[in-house]
């Protein structure tokens, strides 16, 4: 039973590019939310999404980031235009049904760095 | 809003000894869930305990017991017999009851376990 897998684990991205980061959520797991963790902070909230839905996006930048869940395959998070302000470790978690807290799993992250 | 103030940046404690890690949180919430994560070097956040604030016993989980003070909006948790494997940042979270989904964390405590 497979965990929340997150890929790259690593990415290198040159100013101006584009970050595409991948979450496939836990098997049952219907909701993903996706966490930034900047250097010496803890995890702040981004986004939360079920199956082709965003539900709160409150914590995503206005500009250049972006988040889906289709339904079929992985939730992608998009940062366009990467800037150096942009490198931080990318967690995305999965839950059943939102609430309690029970079964909040996370992946193991990927981190971004913008050269 | 919610937030979550961990007043240690840092801690270490002798293998076997017992440490308790700090952690205050500020809501108006009658109905919420309080959460103690670790994040070893690996990266991976990895729930340690969880203490619904409608209880009022003390959640424990092996040699990880948590002391919830919750008139004095206090969350802290205790590691008995620590081991070298302990040795990782410790993150207290927050997240509102009913159909909420959000976590709120703290900016964490590395705490390091020494021989």
Same mark, same amino acid.
């Given at each position: 039973? @497979?965990?929340v897998m997150q890929n790259?684990r ?7 590019? %584009? @970050?595409?980061l991948r979450c496939s ?15 010496? %902070? ?20 206005? %500009?250049?980031?972006?988040? %889906?869940?289709?339904?079929?395959? #992985? ?15 990318y967690f995305c @978690?999965?839950?059943? #049904? ?9 992946g193991s992250g990927t ?5 | ?10 801690? $270490? ?51 990880? $017991? ?9 969350? $802290? ?39």
């Amino acid at each position: 039973n @497979a965990g929340v897998m997150q890929n790259p684990r690593h990415l290198v991205r040159r100013r101006g590019q %584009e @970050a595409r980061l991948r979450c496939s959520p836990m098997k049952g797991h219907s909701h993903v939310y996706w966490y930034r963790q900047l250097p010496e %902070e803890g995890l702040k909230f981004m986004v939360y999404l079920q199956k082709e839905n965003i539900i709160d996006e409150s914590g995503m930048p206005k %500009e250049r980031f972006s988040a %889906e869940f289709p339904k079929e395959g #992985p939730s992608i998070l998009r940062i366009q235009q990467v800037v150096r302000g942009d490198s931080a470790a990318y967690f995305c @978690a999965s839950s059943p #049904p939102a609430g309690t807290g029970d079964g909040y799993t996370f992946g193991s992250g990927t981190r971004l760095t913008v050269v | 809003a919610q937030t979550v103030t961990q007043s240690q940046p840092e801690m $270490s404690v002798q293998e076997a000894e017992t440490v308790t890690l700090s952690c205050t949180y500020d809501t108006s919430e009658s109905n919420y869930y309080l959460f103690w994560y670790k994040q070893p070097p690996s990266r991976q956040m990895i729930l340690v305990i969880r203490q619904e604030a409608y209880k009022q016993q003390n959640a424990t989980e092996n040699r990880f $017991s948590v002391n919830f003070q919750k008139a004095a909006k206090s969350f $802290s948790l205790k590691i008995s017999d620590s081991q070298l494997g302990d040795t990782a940042m410790y993150f207290c979270a927050f997240m509102r009851g009913g159909s909420n989904y959000k976590l709120t964390f703290g900016k964490g405590t590395l705490l390091t376990v020494n021989p």
